[in-house]
C-alpha cells in the first residue's frame, strides 16, 4: 500500500488513465495512427506533384503545337491527314497497319 500513496493522485485518476490509454492508442497502434498517416499523405502529395508536373508539360507541348496549327496552314494540313486520316476529295486513302 506504500507504493500507491507515494503516485500522485492525478495519475490515479481513472479519467485521466483513460484519456492517456486512449491517446496513445490512438497515436501509436490504431490503424489510421499519426506516423502511418503522415507518411501515407506525404507519399501521395509526392505522386500528385509529378503528376501536375506531367499534366503542365503537355500542356505546354499542346499549346506549342496548337499555335504551329494556328500560324501554319501546311502544318495544318499535315496534322489532319496524320491525326484524323482527311483527304481531298480526288484522293485514295490507304491505311496500313503498324
Not at 5 to 17: E, G
Not at 28 to 39: G, L, N, Y
Not at 50 to 71: A, G, P
Amino acid at each position: 500500500m506504500k507504493l500507491f500513496k507515494n503516485i500522485p493522485s492525478w495519475l490515479k485518476n481513472k479519467y485521466f488513465l483513460t484519456l492517456l490509454v486512449f491517446s496513445v492508442w490512438l497515436l501509436f497502434f490504431d490503424d489510421r495512427d499519426i506516423i502511418t498517416t503522415h507518411f501515407k499523405h506525404r507519399h501521395e502529395l509526392r505522386q500528385l506533384e509529378k503528376s501536375r508536373d506531367y499534366y503542365l508539360q503537355q500542356i505546354d507541348t499542346t499549346q506549342k503545337e496548337l499555335d504551329d496549327l494556328k500560324q501554319n496552314a501546311e502544318m495544318l494540313e499535315k496534322y489532319a491527314r496524320e491525326k484524323y486520316w482527311m483527304k481531298k476529295d480526288n484522293e485514295d486513302l490507304f491505311i496500313l497497319p503498324e
